[in-house]
């Protein structure tokens, strides 16, 4: 059973960090891109980032870029955003998913964790 568990939200002022972690279990991890997708109150899920398995592709939503940063463990079945310069606009529940090849569509990945909380006060 595939079990995908984010950590490290919590609430920061505009202007600063945090890293979040996704641990992943039941699952051969090296071998799938992982991702982290984002929701807001009355939005739909948004992609954020997405790492293939060898961590040669990496792809960022554009409001993101330059700001955020996602890499992996493999031996330790994690996957991290490392968010800096946050803004209030970057509040949302933060989840990590995997899929069988790197893709920006929610719609392709079929596993997913149950989220973390990320508030940006301004």
């Known amino acids: 059973q595939v079990q995908l568990v984010e950590s490290g939200g919590g609430l920061v002022q505009a202007g600063g960090s945090l890293r979040l972690s996704c641990a992943a279990s039941g699952v051969t991890f090296s071998t799938y891109t992982m991702a982290w997708f984002r929701q807001a109150p009355g939005n739909e899920r948004e992609f954020v980032a997405a790492?293939?398995?060898?961590?040669?592709?990496?792809y960022y939503a554009d409001s993101v870029k330059g700001r955020f940063t996602i890499s992996r463990d493999s031996p330790k079945n994690s996957v991290y955003l490392q968010m800096n310069s946050l803004k209030f606009e970057d509040t949302a529940v933060y989840y990590c998913?995997?899929?069988?090849?790197?893709?920006?569509?929610?719609?392709?990945?079929?596993?997913w964790g149950q989220g973390t909380q990320v508030t940006v006060s301004l």
């Open positions: 790492i293939s398995w060898n961590s040669r592709e990496i």
């Open positions: 998913a995997r899929s069988p090849s790197p893709s920006t569509r929610s719609s392709d990945y079929g596993a």
